[in-house]
């Protein structure tokens, strides 16, 4: 299902597979070409029983509430609850991203927001940024055209794993700021 948003200038494609907005413009220029919620890991580890972008990337996301400046989307797999929550302003886009294990084990994690920029940022009237949460710590780092927000516990290292114990929850946020 594709959830559109239209407001001042921007417009924005949530679809419900993968919980992910599959476009976002400003002024009928595509600023976003894909942001992705990678759970419960981003990237390739062999120690890691699921594909590369996670369990979540390719299912379908129920959508739990709808409003029109807030998106509520919900997925549960393998014992993994997932909510995701897109809030829309004028002058900002977040997303927030709750993870709850309610399997009757640990899981190991390293979840992500992934955003493929379609210019590179400095080009443009957008600021990524990263807003607090549970649990972890969230690092932010830019390459090229690509943002990552990727759980880390540490703060040294980008890519840092952690357990989840069953019962636990863990969110990782991130927010997209459009400057004037």
Known sequence: MKILYA?????????????????????????????????????????????????????????????????VLRCVSDGIESFVVYQLTQDFVSVNVNVINNSNHTIKMNPAVVIDWKNDLEDTNIVSEISGCKLESVSDFVEGKSSYYVADLSGESHHKKFGLKCGEKCSISSKIRIVS
């Open 7 to 71: 407001i001042k200038n921007m417009e924005i494609c949530i679809n419900s597979v993968g919980a992910r907005i599959e476009y976002f413009r400003i002024d009928d220029e595509n600023i976003i070409d894909d942001l992705k919620i990678c759970i419960p890991n981003y990237g390739v580890d062999k120690t890691f029983r699921y594909p590369t972008d996670g369990l979540f990337v390719n299912e379908e996301y129920d959508v739990v509430s709808k409003s029109e400046d807030m998106c």
